[in-house]
T-cell receptor
Framework: GAGVSQTPSNKVTEKGKYVELRCDPI?????LYWYRQSLGQGPEFLIYFQGTGAADDSGLPNDRFFAVRPEGSVSTLKIQRTERGDSAVYLC????????????????FGSGTRLTVV | AQSVTQPDIHITVSEGASLELRCNYS??????LFWYVQSPGQGLQLLLK??????LVQGIKGFEAEFKRSQSSFNLRKPSVHWSDAAEYFC????????????FGSGTRLQVQP
């Protein structure tokens, strides 16, 4: 697609429920990133995919968080047993970078999914 | 670990005035540096980046930034601010060793007065 698409744009869930957030990157971009942005803060890195594999998942806060990208395109961020502290905007980005280093065009971010846990 | 500090949480300028947003980073080697802008309800848009070479970089929307290694700074500037520049601005640093994660500052909210 023309840009990075994230669905849903808003999600309200009850504490303890399971949620899935979807990211559809720019067509042809092999690298995909998930970030989390809490209110009044800058985005924080969660996980990075190169193709189908998670190349760096060091930012995932705990084992309730998991992400997949089975065909190297769309990615799903999964959160189990949601807690009120998980409330944030979840941002996805993609780039055409391969191997080491950053792509020359930086990342392209989606508009995010605002997750509210009540 | 790398870190980014944006000392100004909120800045208000008059339309037509000049602007400088401060960014300081902590990183042992030459970093990759970025400035992003975020309008309400929108994703992050890349304004400009520094990877190497000329330390004064030009970006979109009339913005520029200067990398000063001695001061560990990458301040964003614009000579004449427009009302449409009102938004949140984030400075970010990436490692040069291949790890792709960006570390963002906490942002500076810019308000433009008519």
């Amino acid at each position: 697609g023309a840009g990075v698409s994230q669905t849903p744009s808003n999600k309200v869930t009850e504490k303890g429920k399971y949620v899935e957030l979807r990211c559809d990157p720019i067509s042809g971009h092999t690298a995909l990133y998930w970030y989390r942005q809490s209110l009044g803060q800058g985005p924080e890195f969660l996980i990075y995919f190169q193709g189908t594999g998670a190349a760096d998942d060091s930012g995932l806060p705990n084992d309730r968080f998991f992400a997949v990208r089975p065909e190297g395109s769309v990615s799903t961020l999964k959160i189990q047993r949601t807690e009120r502290g998980d409330s944030a905007v979840y941002l996805c980005a993609s780039s055409n970078a391969v191997g080491q280093g950053f792509s020359t065009d930086g990342y392209t971010f989606g508009s995010g999914t605002r997750l509210t846990v009540v | 670990a790398q870190s980014v500090t944006q000392p100004d949480i909120h800045i208000t300028v008059s339309e037509g005035a000049s602007l400088e947003l401060r960014c300081n980073y902590s990183y042992g080697a030459t970093p990759y540096l970025f400035w992003y802008v975020q309008s309400p309800g929108q994703g992050l848009q890349l304004l400009l980046k520094y990877f190497s070479g000329d330390t004064l970089v030009q970006g979109i929307k009339g913005f520029e930034a200067e990398f000063k290694r001695s001061q560990s700074s990458f301040n964003l500037r614009k000579p004449s601010v427009h009302w449409s520049d009102a938004a949140e601005y984030f400075c970010a640093v990436g490692e040069g060793t291949g790890r792709r994660a960006l570390t963002f500052g906490s942002g500076t909210r810019l308000q433009v007065q008519p």
